[in-house]
């Protein structure tokens, strides 16, 4: 066991250095010279020339890497070219932001789609299970920012719950930002337990019909206790072992949807610094999120490992 | 060689077999044929768009902003005076046109990537697997901005950019299922006579998992449907005034209060479509136990 997660752990290391080195290549092939976009386009040549030498812009790429991974493994991601502050600390305000939403995502998707799960599950093939599952149908049939504006549309609008755009920028409080959490979160959660649902019914369904199931309620048990002592865990083992895979998606959701209510997370980090050609501050994003998507899906296979004994002597997961 | 004399004529046997089992898998299936009719109505739709309406998609008329649904105008005007309705059956085009390129060069590029991987083994499906993992571990939306903003929006720009992003996710899954087929004593057969190793892929591995590779197309295709619709919105897929409806529910949603058909009508639009596309993956994986291996996009 001990030397499996080792090995994943020597493999995600691996991975990790390679991503850098994609992250790296695939941002300088990105037009336009970034010695001219700080001086702008009127600099003479000796002035965009120096600012280069400065920047290190004069050495060959492999340096440059060297350099900047150097200078990643110590937080230090440099300085934006729009706000001219330093990248990592930027990119720490924008991903706690994020985080909040995450959160709250992850907490309303496990519990909404556990509980569905578990009654679709049990009432297999009756008007519960069907609805559940045209429901969820929906729900995986829509984009994120179709669900968000129909969320607005509801609870912004015509019951003014909640805001519709945040108007605080990234240095807001946590308390502040808390009220504008919700419905991008909620957003977020209904495509997400969209999909854990289907995997939560069919684990449900699985266990229902195990011989040890059937053991306990020969034994008398009563269906509550069999469904929280077996059914429950059962379903809660697969569905966070998804969402530990689904980071990359979840970046991805969290991208469309901080847009569509302005919250000021990582996601509108992305795209602004996109739009404005911040070369530092999308490398640090791309390498950062590479790190969390990588220990998440590390976790997530040593988890499974460690709870399912079967794995444990294998060793492969792929 | 005997093989070669006889491949012609078996070829057309097996594939009318394999077109005879397709029809009575979708007979057996309600889902599918729900979903593909659902599919093929949104393909015609797109196709007869100028016979199925009168008004110009991107034709601006300021006299008749912002109207809710009427006689004249079904679905109602935006705020610059187009017609909803004719902007929603014209979005397909974008939509399916943009999607099916996408969707085809992806899948045909996984599947071929995905078995010479699974064939081949050793040191090449090593590395491309730990590429692969490393491409995976970057955010899809932040590569695809990226990409879009280095060569510049464009339908061309956005197939190729979604291919980059997805062949990694269909490498995986054809090559695990490439990899059931492999020890195959027909495939030991093909090397031993000394096949090549394309002709291998072609003629004894790739119909043998034609089942994974279609339900691969057909629900890679609704998320392909969902991200291309997700680009338009954030301003970096169809260029406005092209009809698309992404695009449509960005320019709609803040008079969602004044029109909210303007907004309403391009949802369903695309809810339609990609429920079609998820009932068809679904039905199809059903009926051929084809197990949809999910992932995140």
Same mark, same amino acid.
């Given at each position: 066991m001990l030397s499996f997660v080792a090995r994943r752990v020597g493999a995600a290391a691996g991975t990790l250095v390679l991503s850098s080195v994609i992250v790296f290549l695939a941002v300088q092939a990105l037009p336009g010279d970034v010695a001219t976009q700080i001086l702008g386009k009127d600099a003479t040549p000796d002035a965009v020339a120096a600012l280069r030498g400065k920047l290190g812009l004069d050495q060959p790429a492999w340096e440059r890497y060297a350099h900047w991974m150097r200078g990643a493994l110590h937080g230090d991601f440099g300085a934006s070219l729009v706000s001219s502050r330093p990248v990592g600390g930027e990119v720490?305000?924008?991903?706690? #932001?994020?985080?909040?939403?995450?959160?709250?995502?992850?907490?309303?998707?496990?519990?909404?789609?556990?509980?569905?799960?578990?009654?679709?599950?049990? #009432?297999?093939?009756?008007?519960?299970?069907?609805? /559940?599952?045209?429901v969820s149908l929906v729900g995986m049939s829509v984009p994120e920012f179709v669900v968000a504006t129909v969320l607005v549309l509801c609870f912004s609008v015509a019951l003014p719950w909640f805001p519709a755009v945040v108007l605080y920028g990234p240095e807001a409080s946590a308390g502040r930002l808390l009220p504008a959490v919700w419905l991008p979160a909620l957003a977020l959660a209904v495509v997400m337990a969209a999909y854990i649902v289907r995997m939560a019914r069919t684990s449900v369904i699985d266990v229902m019909a195990s011989e040890y199931v059937t053991t306990a309620r020969l034994k008398g048990l009563s269906t509550w206790r069999?469904?929280?002592?077996?059914?429950?865990?059962?379903?809660?083992?697969?569905?966070?072992?998804?969402?530990?895979?689904?980071?990359?998606?979840?970046?991805?959701?969290?991208?469309?949807?901080?847009?569509? @209510? #302005?919250?000021?997370?990582?996601?509108?980090?992305?795209?602004?610094?996109?739009? #404005?050609?911040?070369?530092?501050?999308?490398?640090?994003?791309?390498?950062?999120?590479?790190?969390?998507?990588?220990?998440c899906n590390l976790a997530a296979d040593v988890g499974a490992m460690a709870l399912n004994p079967k794995l444990r002597t294998g060793g492969r997961t792929r | 060689?005997?093989?070669?004399?006889?491949?012609?004529?078996?070829?057309?046997?097996?594939?009318?077999?394999?077109?005879?089992?397709?029809?009575?898998?979708?007979?057996?299936?309600?889902?599918?044929?729900?979903?593909?009719?659902?599919?093929?109505?949104?393909?015609? /739709?797109?196709?007869?768009a100028p016979l199925l309406t009168s008004y110009d998609p991107v034709a601006n008329d300021a006299s008749h902003a912002l109207l809710g649904p009427g006689w004249e105008h079904w679905a109602g005007t935006d705020q610059y005076g187009r017609d909803v309705l004719a902007r929603v059956l014209y979005g397909g085009r974008y939509a399916l046109g943009v999607s099916?390129?996408?969707?085809?060069?992806?899948?045909?590029?996984?599947?071929?990537?995905?078995?010479?991987?699974?064939?081949?083994?050793?040191?090449?499906?090593?590395?491309?697997?730990?590429?692969?993992?490393?491409?995976?571990?970057?955010?899809?939306?932040?590569?695809?901005?990226?990409?879009?903003?280095?060569? %510049?929006?464009?339908?061309?720009?956005?197939?190729?950019?979604?291919?980059?992003?997805?062949?990694?996710?269909?490498?995986?899954?054809?090559?695990?299922?490439?990899?059931?087929?492999v020890p195959a004593d027909y495939v030991t057969a093909a090397r031993a006579r000394g096949e090549r190793t394309w002709s291998i892929l072609w003629r004894e591995i790739l119909p043998n998992i034609t089942?994974?590779?279609?339900?691969?197309?057909?629900?890679?295709?609704?998320?392909?449907?969902?991200?291309?619709?997700?680009?338009?919105?954030?301003? @970096? %897929?169809?260029?406005?005034?092209?009809?698309?409806?992404?695009?449509?529910?960005?320019?709609?949603?803040?008079?969602?209060?004044?029109?909210p058909m303007a907004s309403l009508a391009p949802i369903i639009a695309l809810a339609t479509l990609v429920v079609g596309l998820n009932l068809a993956a679904d039905g199809l994986s059903k009926a051929w136990g084809v197990d949809r291996i999910r992932e995140g996009s």
């Amino acid at each position: 066991m001990l030397s499996f997660v080792a090995r994943r752990v020597g493999a995600a290391a691996g991975t990790l250095v390679l991503s850098s080195v994609i992250v790296f290549l695939a941002v300088q092939a990105l037009p336009g010279d970034v010695a001219t976009q700080i001086l702008g386009k009127d600099a003479t040549p000796d002035a965009v020339a120096a600012l280069r030498g400065k920047l290190g812009l004069d050495q060959p790429a492999w340096e440059r890497y060297a350099h900047w991974m150097r200078g990643a493994l110590h937080g230090d991601f440099g300085a934006s070219l729009v706000s001219s502050r330093p990248v990592g600390g930027e990119v720490a305000t924008y991903l706690g #932001n994020s985080a909040l939403i995450a959160l709250v995502t992850v907490l309303f998707a496990v519990t909404g789609s556990i509980v569905l799960g578990i009654v679709a599950g049990l #009432n297999r093939d009756r008007w519960p299970d069907h609805l /559940i599952s045209t429901v969820s149908l929906v729900g995986m049939s829509v984009p994120e920012f179709v669900v968000a504006t129909v969320l607005v549309l509801c609870f912004s609008v015509a019951l003014p719950w909640f805001p519709a755009v945040v108007l605080y920028g990234p240095e807001a409080s946590a308390g502040r930002l808390l009220p504008a959490v919700w419905l991008p979160a909620l957003a977020l959660a209904v495509v997400m337990a969209a999909y854990i649902v289907r995997m939560a019914r069919t684990s449900v369904i699985d266990v229902m019909a195990s011989e040890y199931v059937t053991t306990a309620r020969l034994k008398g048990l009563s269906t509550w206790r069999v469904v929280t002592r077996h059914a429950l865990p059962s379903a809660l083992l697969p569905t966070l072992h998804v969402i530990a895979l689904n980071v990359a998606w979840l970046a991805g959701g969290v991208a469309v949807v901080e847009n569509v @209510f #302005n919250y000021p997370g990582i996601g509108k980090l992305m795209l602004s610094s996109v739009q #404005n050609r911040d070369l530092p501050v999308i490398q640090a994003i791309a390498l950062i999120s590479a790190v969390i998507y990588v220990v998440c899906n590390l976790a997530a296979d040593v988890g499974a490992m460690a709870l399912n004994p079967k794995l444990r002597t294998g060793g492969r997961t792929r | 060689m005997t093989t070669l004399d006889t491949a012609p004529v078996a070829a057309p046997v097996a594939s009318a077999t394999r077109a005879a089992r397709a029809w009575r898998t979708l007979r057996s299936s309600r889902t599918a044929l729900v979903g593909l009719t659902i599919v093929a109505v949104h393909v015609l /739709i797109a196709l007869l768009a100028p016979l199925l309406t009168s008004y110009d998609p991107v034709a601006n008329d300021a006299s008749h902003a912002l109207l809710g649904p009427g006689w004249e105008h079904w679905a109602g005007t935006d705020q610059y005076g187009r017609d909803v309705l004719a902007r929603v059956l014209y979005g397909g085009r974008y939509a399916l046109g943009v999607s099916v390129a996408a969707t085809v060069l992806t899948v045909a590029l996984g599947t071929v990537v995905g078995c010479a991987a699974a064939l081949r083994g050793g040191w090449l499906d090593d590395v491309l697997g730990r590429v692969l993992d490393a491409v995976l571990s970057v955010p899809s939306i932040l590569a695809l901005l990226v990409i879009v903003t280095a060569l %510049g929006t464009g339908p061309a720009v956005i197939v190729l950019a979604i291919a980059v992003v997805y062949v990694p996710q269909v490498v995986r899954v054809v090559r695990g299922a490439a990899l059931a087929v492999v020890p195959a004593d027909y495939v030991t057969a093909a090397r031993a006579r000394g096949e090549r190793t394309w002709s291998i892929l072609w003629r004894e591995i790739l119909p043998n998992i034609t089942d994974v590779v279609c339900v691969e197309f057909a629900m890679r295709a609704s998320w392909v449907v969902l991200l291309i619709s997700s680009l338009s919105f954030l301003g @970096f %897929g169809a260029d406005p005034p092209t009809p698309d409806w992404g695009l449509m529910v960005a320019e709609n949603r803040t008079a969602i209060t004044v029109v909210p058909m303007a907004s309403l009508a391009p949802i369903i639009a695309l809810a339609t479509l990609v429920v079609g596309l998820n009932l068809a993956a679904d039905g199809l994986s059903k009926a051929w136990g084809v197990d949809r291996i999910r992932e995140g996009s």
